[in-house]
């Protein structure tokens, strides 16, 4: 059974950093994605990166978030930069192990203004 656990979430202020990182067991994966879901809202997609290290973002993270990953050790990353009220959410990483993706528990991420 793969596991998947995030960390790094917390509280920060609008404009600050926060680095989440993900940690999956079992073999090495091929994508791995950002998903996060705010209170009251439908989860969305953020970021993803495959195995040759190409990435896609949402629009509205483009440059400020960066996802990266450390194939070696089966972990994401997620760089998190110029922090706005609305980036607050719970923050999921899933990882593609085929047949099917796997995701974690989600870690608190909350920006106050």
């Known amino acids: 059974q793969v596991q998947v656990v995030e960390s790094g979430g917390g509280l920060v202020q609008a404009g600050g950093s926060l680095r989440l990182s993900c940690a999956a067991s079992?073999?090495?994966?091929?994508?791995s994605m950002w998903h996060r879901q705010a209170p009251g809202k439908q989860r969305d997609w953020v970021a993803t990166?495959?195995?040759?290290?190409?990435?896609n973002y949402l629009d509205s993270v483009k440059d400020r978030f960066t996802i990266s990953r450390d194939n070696a050790n089966n972990k994401v990353y997620l760089q998190m930069n110029s922090l706005k009220p609305e980036d607050t959410a719970v923050y999921y990483c899933?990882?593609?192990?085929?047949?099917?993706?796997?995701w974690g528990q989600g870690t608190q991420v909350t920006v106050s203004s």
């Open positions: 899933g990882v593609y192990q085929p047949p099917r993706y796997y």
């Open positions: 079992g073999s090495s994966f091929s994508i």
């Open positions: 990166i495959t195995s040759g290290g190409s990435t």
